[in-house]
């Protein structure tokens, strides 16, 4: 009885994107840890709201014609709770507006609109190609560095150009510059076994990820390396206390194997829970690690 209403709350925060969500604020937090800056509430509730909107408006965009039968937990789990998705997703729309319109600067608004459009523009088929109307997922290996990309604006220069324009805090060129690299690396590494675990949908859907592409045992050699050059970039370009490199680098390491361990008969909670926590984790690892009085 217990272990089944535990999992109906895990399903609950999984399914309903309010996890990813709490990773994204995190990935907020992690920005302004190593700026080593107060954290802006205001961005981080944007973040969170922004990314439950964007990834519930997507799951409900791209509806299979037969969502009771689809081999995926998740996808049965949302439509059978089809209400509820669409009500979240408005309340999200509902509390983004007075964070877009009052708490953030019209840098930051060009700086979402832009991120948002990519964001909308992965699903909804807005180009004509061979007289077809495709969306950016359909252009050959974008997938990934769309959702990098996206990722590490949001997370990344979103917090930045807000303490530099309404804090009057000045974030140099090069600092913003790595900490981009890092997250972008970061995300896409850990976005590829989603990739590997639909390898044969996309296939069907003539879907040009980079697994399709490179092939299964290749898209995970291209995971650790992104990976490594990630912790390469942490360890040559040392910005961050010796606690925070410990604790970025243990992370990244367990992110490793996470990806090494994954496979397309793992259940769908290794990838939404384990996988995305990763992002959770790099918060919680250096909040740990800033109990230690470690220096460079």
């Known amino acids: 009885m217990i272990k089944r209403i535990l999992l109906s709350i895990l399903d609950f925060l999984l399914f309903s994107n309010l996890f990813i969500g709490i990773c994204a604020a995190a990935q907020g937090l992690v920005t302004y840890h ?9 961005i981080l509730a944007f973040l ?28 049965r789990w949302i439509f059978s709770h089809h209400r509820l998705i669409i ?18 600067s019209f840098e930051s608004k060009l700086l979402m609109a832009f991120t948002g459009l990519m964001a909308v523009g992965y699903n909804v088929p807005f180009l004509t190609l061979n007289k077809q109307q495709i969306g950016l997922r359909n252009i050959p290996g974008i997938k990934l560095f769309l959702i990098a990309l996206v990722w590490s604006v949001s997370s990344v220069l ?31 590494a850990i976005t590829v076994p989603f990739d590997i675990r639909d390898l044969f949908q996309d296939k069907l859907y003539a879907l040009k990820t ?30 961050a206390t010796l606690g925070d490199i410990l604790a970025l ?21 290794y990838y939404f829970f ?15 690690f800033a109990w230690f009085p470690l220096q460079m």
């Open 249 to 269: 680098t243990l992370t990244i390491i367990l992110t490793g194997w996470l990806i090494f361990k994954s496979n397309i008969k793992k259940n769908e909670y």
């Open 210 to 239: 980079i697994p399709v592409i490179l092939g299964e045992k290749k898209a995970y050699i291209f995971c650790q390396f992104l990976l490594g050059l990630y912790v390469l970039l942490l360890i040559l370009f040392r910005q």
């Open 274 to 288: 384990y996988l995305d926590g990763t992002m959770l984790l790099q918060y919680l690892a250096l909040i740990l």
């Open 87 to 104: 009500s979240i997703t408005l309340i999200c729309i509902l509390c983004l507006i007075p964070l877009g319109l009052w708490y953030l």
């Open 158 to 188: 979103l917090p930045i150009v807000e303490l530099e324009r309404s804090y009057q805090i000045n974030i140099s060129s090069a600092e913003t510059l790595l900490l981009v690299a890092k997250r972008f690396l970061f995300i896409a």
């Open 34 to 42: 190593l700026l080593h800056v107060p954290a802006d509430k205001y």
């Open 48 to 75: 969170f709201f922004a990314t439950v909107g964007l990834y519930n408006f997507s799951m409900l965009l791209a509806k299979p014609k037969d969502p009771g039968n689809s081999p995926y937990i998740r996808v």
